[in-house]
């Protein structure tokens, strides 16, 4: 494939598999950091609407709303939104905590691309154990990641299965290959808290 069109393909999954829109800015997901002052007391830190990282400029994509660098988790009065490692992916020992919203329609355009496009991006941190993938935004990271849905509806492809998810559906996986597929007609937002794992 030239490279030009590998790069426009890239960014297309990028922006397919990490998110769509947050229309207004009462949209913005809402984060509280709280952690102890100079005398030991319980205070904020932290009360922000924080803007969401675009994958392709102009826009929207997922925001990440904290991340951690070891286990167990160091404590910060530093802001740690979008302090990781600037991936899909969490820093070696660490966790990110994520919003993602997934667009509907995405699977028409995901139909089109290779369906190694996502893993030849995610490169070393994929794991080497597993099948090829089926779809351009199927992959696997090196990751154990809690979902959670807020809103909307999505599917989950897996090898040789597909799932149904709504809000308040709670997913645990383990570095397997996964897509998420928005067949419905509204954006999917996802929570997620991805933590760094060891290879399967």
Known sequence: MPPRRLIACLAAILLFTLGATFAR???LPRRVVTGLDATGK??????????PKS????RNAAVDLWTTHKAPA???????????TGGLWPPDGGTVLRI???PPGNADLLAKLPADS???????HAPKRGRPPQVASMHRTRTVDYAVILSGAIDMMLDDTTLHFKP???????????AWI????????????LLDSDAP
């Open 25 to 27: 800015a009462d949209d």
């Open 42 to 51: 319980a205070v904020v830190l932290f009360d922000t609407r924080i803007e």
């Open 55 to 58: 994958a392709v400029p102009g």
């Open 74 to 84: 160091g404590l910060s009065a530093e802001d740690l939104a979008g302090k990781g």
């Open 100 to 102: 993602v919203d997934v």
């Open 118 to 124: 996502l893993m030849k991006v995610l490169g070393d």
């Open 168 to 178: 308040g559906d709670v997913i645990v996986q383990q570095a397997v290959n996964h």
């Open 182 to 193: 928005n067949r419905g007609t509204e954006p999917c937002r996802i929570l997620f808290v």
